[in-house]
């Protein structure tokens, strides 16, 4: 459902650990790669997008998306189907199948072990947990889950352990194979948040606990797939699960889209997975992920964009590659890329006039433009919101100021408010007259640099003083749930509702989704009451709102919605670029026959 990547990561790339793992046995293997690393494998304690992917195919939620629909749309994946919802969108009842069981693991002393409606509980409740440390609470705390949000505080005064028997009215098993979920407010999306293997994937407790020292090299799941092999940073291996009931495809794409028809007409009455090995690999740099393919190591590969004019010129695939066989997707992304500001921070942070001016100031020094022509190459639309194309609530008429940048305007706002040079070395002081240095924190992979540059220049420009901060990716995820950083660059990849980009901003959720930190009680009333509304005029109008107080504010400064330019080998079926799915490999089949 959520996907976390650094503003200058490529979108989801694939490629391979190498031909000598290829070449082994007669197996299908897929092999791809991921730009960043992973944190690990258990579901409430991950967000980037390499562990959320690799958790997608091990863990599995009751709902999920059908995979060629456009626009989405909902179906059962562990449920028998679609929930029971009543109580004006306050009470949900959901119904999972019989007979699916969980990977084989030395905990269940070799008997199947069957998924029952109490490992879905039980893992919404581990999310209350004080002891995990999560960004997903927000996503069931928002909805106010009776007596959840009570407990989990009582436990953290107390300091005990979290009692995981201890029944409550908002989640309860109502017997084998149902659990109820009542919310203190109406929410008409709250069925979303079961489609989200880090939130309502299934977990056996008693795997858990009998991994509690790593539960994050542990994961066991009822999905397609399991965990073979782990080096960290390194390589992930993931091998079909024995126990998967097997899925039979029956998705219809829309007309007119060539690559959803040609994966139907492959995929169309199969029974998925249909390999039986992913190999991960993580490489970084964008360079050796493009020579990766070029070179056949790679089966699939999101074209990192320095290399879409070699790739793609003029947006048309390249002959060379062409005459190979190659194919070419080309998507835009249901993501935003984004700088965020810490609103918690001495200098750039709060709501007072001067400090809103200054963020506003560096807002318009921007040029998203640029950012998009040089340091992603073409492929990227520049954002006029945070909120992400293919939303409902995404706006493709709206122009906001960031639509150009406006040097002049950002320098007179910046006088306006005190942020002037005073000692004439040609830096701006802050109001009080203190040095004024302006942190940004990024990956240090070689986009992220010439981001920064980008940055400088345009800084420079209105008198700002610039420095950089480049760290792992792991690094910058732990510092931002920290609140350690006064400005950082990010993207997040959600949907199919907007609330989850105007949730960003939601005050209750910082810490958590809201990397800025930001407070503002006039917006949250906005946010909780576009929540609460059915989708309409009422709603949109709220939402409208809701945006332009974003903007107004700017805790973040929206700069792009990345264009994914995708290749697929000759021996690559079935693969189109979900929106929102979770399982990216899930419908893939490898023909090296055919070649």
Known sequence: MKRRTVLAAGAFAA???????????????????????ETGFDPPRVSDATSVAVVGHIFEPPLTFDYLARPSRLRPLTAAALPEVS??????????????????????????????????????????DPAITTEWLYV???????????????????????PYDEEVEGLRVLDRYRFEVRIAEPDPRFVLAFTNAATTGAVAREVVEAYAADP?????????????????????????NPRFRGEVFDSLAEPGDDAALAAQRHLQGRTLPLVDRVEIAIIEEAQPRWLAFQQGDLDLAAVPPEFAPVAAPGGELAPYLAQRGIGMQRTLMASTAFTFFNCEDQ??????????????????????????????????????????PHNVG??????????????????????LHGWVDRDGDGWRETPDGKPLVLRLANVGDQRSRLVGELWRRRMEGIGLRFAFDFMPFAELIKRTLAGRLQMSAMSWNAGPDADFYLGLAYGPNAGQSNDARFRLDAYDRLYERQRALPDGPERFAAMRDAVRTMLAYMPYIPHLHPVALDLVQPHVRGWVREPFGGRPWMHVDVVRSER
Not at 144 to 160: M, S
Not at 395 to 403: G, I, Y
């Open 15 to 37: 490629g391979a650990p190498g031909r000598a793992a290829a070449s082994a046995p007669a197996a299908k293997v897929l092999r791809v790669a991921m730009p960043t690393a």
């Open 87 to 128: 109580d004006g969108y306050r009470c949900f009842v959901f119904t999972i199948r019989r007979g699916i069981v969980f990977a084989d693991d030395p905990v269940f002393g070799g008997r199947p072990r069957e998924l029952t409606a109490a490992d879905h509980v039980y893992a919404i409740k581990r999310l209350y």
């Open 140 to 162: 069931f705390e928002n909805a106010k889950v009776l007596g959840l949000g009570e407990l989990r505080r009582r436990v953290i005064a107390a300091r005990t352990p979290f």
């Open 216 to 240: 994050m090299a542990h994961p066991v799941g009822t999905g397609p797939f399991r965990l073979a092999q782990w080096r960290r940073s390194s390589l992930i291996v993931l091998e079909r």
């Open 347 to 388: 200098v750039v942070g709060g709501n007072a006039p001067e400090r809103v001016a200054l963020r506003r100031a560096v807002a318009l020094a921007c040029d998203n433009a640029e950012m998009v022509r040089l340091a992603w190459q073409g492929q990227g639309v520049p954002a006029q919101s945070m909120i992400a």
């Open 394 to 415: 995404f706006d493709p008429v709206l122009v906001s100021e960031l639509a150009r940048p406006d040097p002049a305007r950002a320098k007179a706002l910046l006088d």
